[in-house]
DNA sequence: GGGGTTCTGGGG
DNA sequence: CCGGTATGGTGG
DNA sequence: CACTTCTGTATG
């Protein structure tokens, strides 16, 4: 849950009380206004989020201690962490550990989830990261198994109707002539209405293709701009470590060890009587 | 006869695993020529603890986890089983922990693990080793190595229908007659005992409390397609008023069924959902149906009853079917809306009916005017005319367009059209009122109206069924259930 | 082993 | 030099 | 034949 983050106490009255999960809290707003941040109170808006970086590479995922979502950086904020005299921040190095995230927002957009495992539908809730800062004292007492935001069923109803609403708005305001002196072919063509706009010439056969213009989802230069994870991990790491990251998967490797968090664990070592193996002896 | 070595059998059906199964090393392996039993099967009570050699076992499966991967090249599959040496004999109260024995499968690939879907299926193992783990009888097989499974389903006869490890297994003749006990003992133990104790799972009234995760024994009461990969699960077990979610990917889980008893192992509880009660299942987590003439299956249905359907349930909160489709269609086959309409210009099934149930939900009906929703029909221009202005309903019928989408177009930009079109009589009795003039008829149309509003809410579905004439379909047999 | 993966991130 | 890979050895 | 274990070599 958010630190500071009346996470708890939604903008607007609702009938039920509001989820414990920060971002499940987040998104239930952002889907009621419609994707529009600026809609959210100010106390959501300018509130700190507090999250564990589940994952720092291919993906940056971060969990507020119950569901994981990936978080995106501007330009402005990696230059600012890599700037740090003293102590850079690599974002890469982050894995395990805390971080706050001060300054954000949230935005709607339009992806493909056959690729993209985080969202729902071809709908994503990308939180945009301005300036965070990394937590190096605190315990991680958070959950330990966090759960993809999009899987989880409440929120994949609320998706669902969104898209319901978009796409029934979206029917009331299309002109549909129907000239029915046009002969119908199909039994297709007499029985579909489609979303796409007639005056535009689209072939009324949209059959295989994905329909996510809605009105309140960002097309793509709409978004924030961030910056490309794969490029700050070569900044931060080299080409070679990329390449190193991209043989890992050939033949699966060992399980990368955070960085933040290898110091403290040579003191067990005594290999528990693993039985695993029905050739080795001894009972419990 | 000859008495030669036991015939390897070819695998019935197209293996699941890759690997060979063939006999290796280790005890029972050692069939003198004329001898003809390689494998001798150790009652679970009676398998050696101080030996630490290889035994072989059968065993009735009350449980099983999914097979889930704990590193980066190993697999588990762990199963509790009993047989009529080792078996929980409480029918109710507590059970013994130790009146059954686990079963540990270790495997590098997700492939050569079983996938149990069923209690009261037999499990056969080879080559395991046994020692007592936190006083249970632990059974350890490493498929990785030598050992290997088959697991023959509670029903049928022989050992067809087997699935099992390696490319083929082995199967003796005397094996018969042990799978055949085996099967029959377990028929009787299902129907006498409970078989899974009540400290082997929670009442779903006392979910909400648990501290950690938990198993479940429920009945289906619904299964809900929530999107192409989901179905959402409505689950009831009598111990109180609330039905439960929860998500069950299609692939992982083929097998589950409305009306079957299951028991999941391992689930917890969602702190997060306050619109409804929601489970959540891990990677390890099992769906397993309860065989559905055990005693077991029988209390839990009689216990879990109905949901019944209620205006005042239809909130968008949970996905409800406001309709009931005339018993006589039960048997026919649901069709996606693909199907209905796209599929059909190229498959030849389809093309060759003309009746299909199918599922939808409502964007949009057509005429946005209740009052408009019936006309009067002229049998010989075949058209209707509106009422408005006129007295009486001279051959009233209804001529309503809903615009529905489900989830097989649900990425596409279309809307389809299915008809409520009375004229011949299809469907006449969908909105539970006769056709009437609406502009004369107040009663009528106000709850034509209220119709209206709860078919194009958000989680409203309809289950219907349509008859293509004409290149159109209309729906027919089918009414709204309040 | 009553459990925690991932080029599999909607079987794992 | 470490660790993963390829090769030969082993039991069934 | 499939699996484990041991050894030597190529690779970085």
Known sequence: MFASVPAAKPATAKKTAPPKSAFKTLIFELLENKGDFSKLSQSIRKSSLKCQVNQAFPKFLVSDGTYFLSAYFTKDCIRKCHAEKDRKVNITDLQGGLISINKWEVELIGVNSAEEFISYQNVEMRLVVHEFKALYGEQLKLRKFPANLFRDDEVKALIQHFIQEERSAHLKGLKRDFDASKPLLTLREANTVSLLDPSKGSKQSADEEIFSAFTHLLPKNKQVETVNLQEIYVAEKGPDALRQFNINFHFAQKKEVPCLEKKARNLKHGRRASHDDSRKQPAV | ?482
């Open chain 2, 1 to 482: 006869m000859s008495s030669t070595a036991p015939a390897a059998v070819a695998a019935p059906k197209k293996a699941r695993a890759a690997k060979k199964a063939t006999p290796s090393k280790d005890a029972a392996p050692k069939a003198k020529r004329g001898e003809s039993q390689r494998y001798k099967y150790s009652e679970l009570n009676k398998a050696s603890l101080t030996s630490g050699e290889a035994q072989h076992i059968y065993g009735v499966i009350i449980d099983a986890t999914f097979p889930y991967k704990t590193n980066q090249d190993r697999y588990i599959c762990s199963l509790k089983i009993v047989d009529p040496s080792l078996y929980i004999k409480s029918q109710k109260g507590t059970g013994d922990s130790s009146d059954f024995a686990t079963v540990v499968l270790y495997a590098k690939r997700f492939e050569d693990l079983p996938i149990i879907t069923r209690l009261g299926d037999i499990i056969r193992v080879h080559r395991a080793t046994l020692r007592l783990y936190n006083g249970q009888r632990q059974f350890n097989a490493n498929i990785f190595y030598n050992s290997s499974w088959a697991v023959f389903p509670q029903e049928g006869a022989g050992h067809g229908g087997a699935s099992h490890s390696g490319k083929n297994y082995s199967f003796e003749k005397s094996e018969d007659a042990t799978l055949a006990n085996i099967r029959k003992w377990a028929q009787g133990y299902f129907q006498q005992y409970n078989v899974v104790s009540s400290d082997l799972y929670v009442p779903l009234a006392k979910a909400a409390g648990q501290k950690s995760d938990f198993d479940v024994v429920a009945k289906v009461n619904q299964v809900f397609e929530l999107d192409e990969y989901t179905n959402e699960l409505r689950l009831r077990d009598g111990s109180g008023a609330q039905t439960w979610n929860v998500l069950a990917l299609k692939l992982k889980f083929p097998n589950v069924h409305a009306g079957d008893v299951v028991r999941i192992r391992s689930a917890t509880y969602d702190e997060t959902s306050t619109q409804k009660k929601v489970l959540l299942l891990s990677h390890y987590s099992n769906i397993l149906t309860v065989p559905a003439n055990s005693k077991l299956a029988k209390e839990v249905k009689a216990k879990a009853g109905d949901e019944k359907l209620d205006k005042a349930a239809i909130n968008g909160v949970n996905a409800t079917v406001l309709t009931e489709v005339d018993k006589k269609h039960a048997g026919l086959p649901v069709h996606s809306l693909l199907d209905l309409f796209h599929n059909i210009e190229t498959d030849k099934e389809i093309q060759s009916k003309d009746t299909f149930r199918t599922q939808f939900y409502v964007t949009k009906i057509e005429s946005a005017d209740v009052k408009e929703w019936t006309k009067s029909y002229d049998k010989k221009t075949k058209k209707g005319a509106s009422f408005k202005g006129q007295k009486g309903n001279a051959n009233a019928i209804y001529q309503v367009q809903f615009l529905v989408k489900d989830v097989s177009t649900q990425f596409n930009s279309n809307t389809y059209k299915v008809l409520l079109y009375t004229h011949d009589g299809l469907g006449a009795n969908f909105f539970n009122t006769p056709a009437d003039n609406l502009y004369t008829n107040d009663k009528a149309a106000k709850k034509l109206q209220e119709y209206s509003g709860l078919l194009t809410k958000f989680n409203s579905w309809v289950d219907a069924v349509v008859e293509r004439r004409n290149g159109f379909y209309f729906i027919k047999d089918t009414k709204i259930a309040f």
